[in-house]
């Protein structure tokens, strides 16, 4: 295989040996939903390349799309996912139990949308603010009674939340520290502003998840690192934090859950030993893994690209069942627009009316349109939760087309052993 460097320096450690080994192709930001007036009009269309860093093994993106171009009006949210709601219940309930939070106690969220996860800290009566730089959400999150400073989380932002509110006992941040473009001057900022013996709870996407699950649709611009245990314990290291205890949850597919403290407070746990030891023993610290991983990606490709073909020559329709941003990147790698898929279904309102950029499907309303011949499931990390509300479409002859994984059409006859296989999947 060619070898090929990005021009750039890795974001975690600075060095230029940063290898391509994923070329997606140039892609319009994923999240920006095109509304109906801007139907006649081309988005902006950026680079979406991802590397190899030899000397740290971070996983990354070498283009940057402006935070301020991404974040200061963001249609996810999360309260809109009975699963996510149901995984941050959970979370909180185990952090709050096994540091012994009380009254006293300041928990700050990072990247904290809706607040979804900070209000299940209610029933435990603690402090709790959240920092979201999307002006929209965070009138969501307010509204519903958790107090969210609107700003970008970085050290500026902790000074000034030190300064008014104390030290955090608990930091948390989900489904965000991907994003960061700041990269530094955030972890510079939990440093600042967490007690010396409170604990950051971060969830991220897990690189190991996506490898294994061929989950290359988690790589979009919003996302500019892509973590294993290894990565993020090089980028901790380096502002005096280490990651003291690890676990892999399923949400997302595979989410990393780092417990991380002040350098030398507490050692690593058993978890930690032997989840680095395992990926060491997956090679995820070396080229050739992310080069087999992208050779993966094209066969993907090729599979669904015949099981879409097939149906258009058999006058079936498809719609997108959903449409995160997480889709966009899948439908605009392999070219899939509506030729081969007319709709996407949602019921988030934020989206009806809208296109998905780049493939420009149209998204409705899930309940305002009959159900066509077969979903295509690009939210495939919830498809347990698809399937139980969507048993009798599925009774009824229809079809779930689930890409990732791995290739599958799903109808009723598979439905039992399709619930058996994910949740083995999980372990
Ligand atoms: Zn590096």
Known sequence: MTSTKLDMSCRVCGSRDVELFLDLGDQPHCNRLIPPEMADRREPFFP??????????????????????????????????????????????????????????????????????????RPFGLRVLGVEPAANVVALARAAGVPTENAFFNKETAERVLAEHGQASLMTAAGVFFH??????VVEGIKVLLKEDGVFCVQAIYLGGMIENTAFDQIYHEHLCYYTLRSLEELFRRHGLEVFDVSVVPIHGGSLEAHVGWAGRRPASDAV????????????????????????????????????????????????????????????????DTRLVQLATEKSPLKFGKMIPGARIPIVDEATVPPPDAYLVLAWNFLDEFLGKERRFLEGGGQFIVPVPRLRVVTAADLPATVRETAAARL
């Not at 960061?180 to 001057?185: D, G, R």
């Not at 993966?296 to 015949?306: A, E, P």
């Open 273 to 336: 030993h032997a989840l680095r030891a395992e990926e060491e023993r997956r090679g995820y610290g070396r080229i050739e893994t992310y080069q087999a991983f992208a050779e993966n990606v094209w066969r993907l490709k090729r599979d669904l690209l015949d099981v879409l073909e097939a149906a258009r020559r058999d006058g079936k329709t498809v719609y997108c069942y959903g449409a995160p941003a997480k889709g966009a990147t899948l439908l605009n790698s392999f070219g899939i």
């Open 180 to 185: 960061l473009e700041e990269l530094h001057s």
């Open 48 to 121: 979406l390349r991802t590397g190899f860093c030899r000397a740290c093994t971070l996983v990354q993106i070498d283009h940057t799309i402006p935070k301020e171009d991404m974040f200061s009006d963001y249609p996810y949210v999360s309260g809109t996912t009975r699963t996510l709601v149901a995984h941050f219940a959970e979370t909180s309930a185990r952090l709050v139990e096994r540091y012994g939070l009380s009254e006293t106690d300041l928990v700050v969220d990072i990247g904290s949308n809706d607040g979804t996860w900070l209000k299940q800290y």
